[in-house]
């Protein structure tokens, strides 16, 4: 069992003594414990001292610290689990130093107390991590349960990790990432490149993906936000979001469709995909619990209150900005919801080069799968046209967006806002404005406020933090024709047509969006769009 924690007032004079010489784990940015610059995490167990755990400047704003402020410089190690605070046991050279930790609300206030208690026994993660690996031997479920139960930092449990890994190796590298972060879906997105090179330098065996993370709790705090990682043939990343809107079902079960695809599928997507498949669960549940309204004008469960005041897809930063956590309010005076954030944050950290939203509309002829025009970070300043970015050309992701739209057609989808047995196939959601050529002003549709579609194709240069610059992200919007799933018709034959259509679009975002399809090139996010420029 884990050692008991108490509170005491003092610590003893011989550990103050000792306290230059042996830096607890707590040791603040500089004073040359864990947090220092020069050392990494776990570098008092021997780990190599490469820079793969100090923290990085992204990791410090992650959507990682909402869960836990493992590695957040100046700040005890919080973790709050059903109501029960975690202890954490640091260890130096002549003594074990244990510190309670206290609720997020009371840090800042409460100083951290310590005592000195001269034990310390294995802990029930530890032991379970020991029962695991006696039975069979197998390293792939030693690696399940630590992303089940990371990040933490049960230094027992590495020590045990230590014991059957030896150093130096892939093993040790993965497990002791898993327990500083957590899975995959948690990692900031330059673990996510080493992750990738190490696979691919040292031949790896095959992944089958679906590793499963937890973004935080609804806002409700009933449900879980879900993400799940798939490593793909190369390091270049995308993201697959649903349940933006909780009435649009069907959106919902193509992500949950292209889940199981993924799955039993052998070979890996071309890209690395994080997939989110129900955003907001909380107004998903509202709209499930009401089977009569689901397709109807009523769009039960679109909204968690009132459409001018939260509407999900509109609670963005403003065009060129990025998010940080002290940001409340989006560009539109909306609050950003918690779920939201989680996105912002995910985005930040994961840095998609391509994203694909997935909706559902009740206007039949506005169904199809669109591009936001790409533009860059630098607004007109002034002028008719204030405001407004420069478009970055569009060709590559009508193309991109035009492919996707052939093939989910020639699956059995209904797609006729893309107009593809047209002379003009057409590649623009019908109520945006149309693409700029490269150069020009490139207009948004902002009469509620800035979307994430427009958000994230636009690009940021951030001249005080550097962090935050990213190019202009390829958006891809897919708009299933009507809410309903399969299961929400009573008939077996629209029920097997409905499924057949679900597949459509999900084969569609694995092949063509998920594959070696109009792949982006790095691009700098501070250059000006140029007339003369080639699409991108």
């Not at 130093?97 to 009371?106: E, F, G, K, S, W």
Request: aromatic content about 8%.
């Amino acid at each position: 069992m884990r050692t008991t924690v108490t509170e005491s007032t003092t610590v003893t004079a011989q550990a103050q003594a000792k306290k230059e010489d042996n830096p607890s784990f707590f040791s603040k940015e500089g004073d040359g414990g864990v947090f220092a610059p020069e050392k990494p995490f776990f570098s008092h167990y021997g780990v190599s001292g490469d820079s793969f755990f100090r923290p990085e400047p992204q990791a410090q704003t992650s959507f990682i610290q909402a869960k836990s402020n493992f590695g957040l410089p100046n700040v005890p190690y919080i973790r709050e689990n059903g109501g029960t605070i975690d202890k954490v046991v640091s260890q130096n050279a002549t003594q074990t130093v244990q510190t309670t930790l206290i609720p997020r609300a009371q840090h800042l206030a409460s100083p951290v107390k310590k005592t000195s208690t001269p034990a310390i026994q294995l802990s029930p993660l530890s032991d379970q991590a020991k029962t695991t690996w006696e039975n069979n031997k197998d390293k792939g479920k030693i690696f399940d349960l630590l992303r089940a139960n990371g990040p933490t930092s049960d230094f027992d449990l590495y020590d045990f990790i230590k014991s059957i890994f030896p150093d130096g190796t892939d093993d040790l590298w993965l497990a002791t990432a898993i327990i500083s972060h957590g899975p995959e879906p948690l990692w900031p997105g330059g673990h996510l490149a080493e992750r990738h090179r190490r696979a691919t330098a040292n031949k790896w065996a095959p992944e089958p993906g679906n590793i499963e993370g937890t973004l935080g709790k609804s806002s409700s705090g009933k449900h879980d936000v879900k993400a799940y990682f798939f490593p793909g043939q190369t390091d270049n990343r995308a993201l697959v979001i649903s349940g933006v809107h909780g009435s649009e079902l069907s959106g919902v079960a193509v992500a949950e469709t292209l889940l199981q695809q993924l799955s039993v599928n052998k070979t890996p997507p071309y890209y690395s995909v994080i997939i989110v498949p129900r955003l907001f669960p909380d107004n998903i549940e509202t709209a499930e619990n009401a089977p009569a309204q689901i397709g109807t004008a009523s769009n039960t469960g679109r909204y968690t209150c009132g459409k001018n005041s939260c509407e999900p897809n509109r609670q963005m930063p403003a065009l060129g900005k990025a998010y940080d956590e002290s940001m409340t309010k989006a560009a539109s005076g909306q609050t950003i919801e918690q779920e939201n954030i989680y996105l912002l944050n995910l985005v930040q950290r994961f840095k998609p080069a391509r994203i694909a939203s997935l909706h559902a509309t009740r206007k039949l002829d506005n169904a199809g799968i669109y591009a936001d025009p790409r533009a860059d970070a630098f607004p007109q300043s002034s002028g008719p046209n204030k405001g407004q970015h420069h478009a970055l050309g569009f060709d590559s992701d009508e193309r991109l967006a035009l492919e996707m739209a052939k093939k989910a057609k020639a699956g059995g989808a209904k797609v006729p806002g893309n107009k593809l047995d047209t002379s003009a196939p057409n590649a623009i959601y019908p109520l945006d404005p149309a693409a700029a050529k490269a150069g020009d002003p490139q207009k948004r549709e902002e009469r509620t406020g800035t979307s994430f579609g427009a958000w994230g194709t636009t690009a940021v240069c951030d001249t005080t933090n550097t962090a935050n610059n990213r190019p202009a992200i390829r958006v891809i919007t897919v708009e299933v024709q009507t809410s309903k799933r399969s299961q929400d018709y009573k008939n077996a034959i629209e029920q097997a047509n409905r499924q057949q259509e679900i597949e459509a679009h999900a084969t569609a975002i694995r092949e063509i969006f998920l594959g070696p399809t109009e792949v982006e090139t790095a691009t700098d996010p501070c250059a000006k769009a140029k007339s003369t420029a080639t699409s991108p």
